[in-house]
């Protein structure tokens, strides 16, 4: 079984930040890629970033320079780092990881159970 575990979400106002934290456990040879994705109120889940085993980032353009994505190879977790937060980024934010559960698995998706981010005054 492998399990991701979030934390660090939810009430800040305007401006605020927030970290959030994502902890891979269970049965796991190698993590690929990990990441962020956020859902808001009748919207599509979207991208928000994401890091590669070997270092490199993505972001989405509405979180650049704002959020920062960083792992803990060792701890097998992915951090969010948010400031400058927007009423827009009001969302549940998942987190996401692209990995192998064997050496001879094919990489699986595997998400968490989402954590809630509002950002209100």
């Known amino acids: 079984q492998v399990q991701l575990v979030e934390s660090g979400g939810g009430l800040v106002q305007p401006g605020g930040s927030l970290r959030l934290s994502c902890a891979a456990s269970?049965?796991?040879?190698?993590?690929?890629?990990m990441g962020w994705y956020r859902q808001a109120p009748e919207k599509q889940r979207e991208l928000v970033a994401v890091i590669i085993s070997g270092g490199p980032t993505n972001y989405a353009d509405s979180v650049k320079d704002r959020f920062t994505i960083s792992r803990d190879n060792a701890k097998r977790t992915v951090y969010l780092q948010m400031n400058s937060l927007k009423p827009e980024d009001t969302a549940v934010y998942y987190c996401h990881a692209n990995l192998q559960r064997t050496a001879s698995d094919y990489r699986g998706s595997y998400w968490g159970q989402g954590t809630q981010v509002t950002v209100s005054s």
């Open positions: 269970g049965s796991i040879f190698s993590i690929n890629a």
